[in-house]
């Protein structure tokens, strides 16, 4: 299993970044995908967690409405389109996938919101 993330970087508030995240080594279309951040100093936190279909996503209740998470099973890639992004959003952001009782992540992203 490898999960690879990309599109993370500097934003000023308010502005948009989307991250993408490419996985392979397993049946993509089989499995739910999740983002999840860490913030500088704290634990861990899950962002949205995306359905096989896409057709339900499941978010913590600090992104409802600014963030929307999607997947292309054709491209094996799950999306997390952050809008409206805060200070408060900078962190590093994984992706992550739960296979056979093991919880796969990938290698983080940096996403920093500052002006």
């Known amino acids: 299993v490898q999960l690879v993330e990309s599109g993370g970087g500097l934003v000023q508030p308010g502005g948009s970044l989307r991250l993408s995240c490419a996985a392979s080594?397993?049946?993509?279309?089989?499995?739910?995908m999740s983002w999840y951040r860490q913030p500088p100093g704290k634990g861990r936190e899950l962002v949205a967690r995306?359905?096989?279909?896409?057709?339900?996503?499941n978010y913590a209740d600090s992104v409802k409405g600014r963030f929307t998470g999607s997947r292309d099973n054709a491209k094996n890639t799950v999306y997390l389109q952050m809008n409206s992004l805060k200070p408060e959003d900078t962190a590093v952001y994984y992706c992550?996938?739960?296979?056979?009782?093991?919880?796969?992540w990938g290698q983080g992203i940096q996403v920093t919101v500052s002006s």
């Open positions: 992550s996938t739960y296979i056979s009782a093991k919880t796969y």
């Open positions: 080594g397993f049946t993509f279309s089989s499995y739910a």
């Open positions: 995306i359905s096989i279909t896409g057709g339900m996503t």
